[in-house]
């Protein structure tokens, strides 16, 4: 069976199952051996644990594919010169000869 990248990062959420508990792990295959880069947690049942690795794939998926799109949209935004405007420069302070004069309060009554 060929190895593939199920997420932008090349590691996949998978059950493991160690003893009597099925781990939900986030693996990457690395030079042959898979490398354990995160566990969310043990389950008595599998299909428990399929049910949780099948929804951390999910979510970690449609990250990856939102990152991308954004990166996408802002490259062809600026490509068609619709891009981010320029950040303009730091509106600097007046001279302190240019402000009003500070006004006196009066002492607060008892």
Not at 25 to 39: F, M, P
Not at 43 to 69: I, S, T
Not at 79 to 85: K, V
């Amino acid at each position: 069976m060929a190895y593939r990248n199920y997420t932008a990062d090349g590691s996949y959420w998978t059950v493991r199952k160690q003893g009597a508990i099925y781990w939900v792990a986030r693996i990457r295959r690395v030079n042959g051996s898979y490398e354990w880069l995160d566990t969310w947690g043990g389950y008595e049942r599998a299909g428990a644990a399929a049910g949780a690795a099948a929804q951390l794939a999910y979510n970690q998926a449609r990250e990856d594919v939102l990152k991308e799109l954004v990166g996408t949209l802002h490259t062809a935004l600026d490509g068609a010169g619709l891009g981010a405007l320029p950040t303009p420069a730091p509106v600097r302070p007046p001279d302190r000869s240019l402000l009003p004069a500070a006004v006196e309060l009066d002492e607060p009554e008892d």
